[in-house]
């Protein structure tokens, strides 16, 4: 088959702005699929390289939150069928080293996702003739991308693909980060700081296994009413008083606490949130090579344990189905993180809008009548 065509975002490497530019997709190789990309979550860890704040390989297409239709199946590829409907996996993990083999597949040491490269190191992508990269071997802000087909998990039909997209990313990270990092129990208290994709999951995640109380914390009112709505039970707008507000509402500390931006200031401060022998979870990814200062003498004496966790330290393939099936349930109201649904060539609007922390999740929502 020839290379196909795709409009998608580019982030040329320098500026804060995407382009929108047709690439050429060659077709998928052994153990690959093709994807048609019916929609792709506007996330946070995009932001971080628009920004200058994580390095990647350029042009690059961006998105790494995506859903999608299989089109296209590479040799060898049994375990799913045209047709089938999938979300799509960040971080492609080999699923034999020792790491992935011990259920840890975001701990897989053959990963090549951040290198923007598929597993084998290489790229279906080019760009005028060029190659261009994947973001985190994804790239689904684009009408198709090429995936490992153990990186695009079946979904079932009638879920909505801008929520399965989020279900790819934020709310895999945020759940995760709740049940598989942080293995919260019911009646715990919970603080979650920050509330655009992923803190909310963080939210819904604490709603689900009956955490009390859950108090969010955000500079912007507009995402607390959000996060309200979500399952928290108390929502504090952040200023220079919310440390003591959270010793206030939890009598001296939670039980366990979530920075859900990945923010300098806020991370530090996290251990003082929670109680003597409480769990601080690091959730939100700051730029590279930020350094941050801890009073250790305190995280001892109050026998602190700090979790840093990745891609919600969960299993793709065991629990996108499972926020699958509770979204279809009526457990998981994961609509409420949509706040707009937007075509690609308004991404850059949606990612001022995170900049100013104004909008929940913008998801760019393709239309394929054309194909
Ligand atoms: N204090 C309180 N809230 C803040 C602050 C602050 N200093 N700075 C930002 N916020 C809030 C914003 O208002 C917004 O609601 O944090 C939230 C951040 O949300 P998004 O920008 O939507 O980011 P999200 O996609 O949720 O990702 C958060 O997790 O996986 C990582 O790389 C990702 O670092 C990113 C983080
Ligand atoms: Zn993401």
Not at 9 to 30: F, L, S, V
Not at 36 to 50: K, Q, T
Not at 73 to 99: F, I, K, P, R, Y
Not at 259 to 284: D, K, S, W, Y
């Amino acid at each position: 088959m020839n290379p196909r065509t795709s409009a998608a975002a580019i982030y040329p490497g320098t500026g804060d702005r995407i382009e929108i530019a047709t690439i050429a997709i060659a077709p998928p190789r052994r153990g690959e699929v093709l994807v048609r990309i019916m929609a792709s979550g506007v996330c946070g860890s995009d932001r971080h390289v628009l920004d200058n704040e994580w390095g990647v390989p350029s042009p690059t297409v961006m998105g790494h939150e995506g859903s999608g239709i299989v089109v296209e199946l590479g040799e060898g590829v049994t375990d799913l069928s045209e047709g089938d409907h999938v979300a799509l996996v960040w971080n492609q993990a080999c699923l034999t080293c020792v790491a992935c083999q011990s259920g840890k597949p975001w701990a897989c040491t053959d990963l090549r996702s951040n290198e923007c490269v598929m597993p084998d190191g290489t790229t279906r992508l080019s760009l005028d003739g060029t190659d261009a990269y994947p973001y985190l071997a994804v790239g689904s802000m684009s009408e198709f991308a090429v995936v490992p087909a153990s990186a695009a998990i079946r979904m079932p039909k009638e879920l909505p693909f801008d929520v399965s997209a989020l279900i790819g990313c934020s709310v895999h990270t945020g759940l995760g980060a709740v049940n598989n990092n942080a293995r919260v129990a019911a009646g715990e208290s919970a603080v979650v700081i920050g509330c655009g994709g992923v803190g909310l999951s963080i939210i819904m995640g604490l709603r689900l296994t009956g955490a009390h109380p859950i108090i969010a914390v955000d500079r912007n009112p507009e995402k607390l009413e959000i996060a309200r709505a979500a399952g928290a039970t108390h929502a504090i707008l952040a200023d220079d008083d919310t440390a003591s507000r959270i010793q206030e509402v939890t009598g001296g500390g939670a039980d366990v606490a979530f920075e859900a931006i990945g923010n300098r200031h806020t991370i530090p401060q996290l251990p003082g949130h929670v109680r003597p022998g409480g769990r601080a979870v690091l959730v939100g990814m700051p730029p590279e090579d930020t350094l941050i200062p801890f009073d250790v003498l305190d995280l001892c004496y109050r026998g602190i344990t700090i979790i840093a966790s990745n891609y919600g330290g969960g299993v793709p393939a065991r629990d996108f189905p499972r926020y699958a099936d509770l979204y279809l349930a009526g457990r998981l109201p994961l609509d409420s993180l949509i706040s707009k649904r937007i075509a690609l060539s308004e991404v850059n609007d949606a990612f001022q809008a995170m900049r100013s922390g104004a909008e929940a999740r913008s998801v760019v929502v393709f239309d394929h009548s054309n194909d």
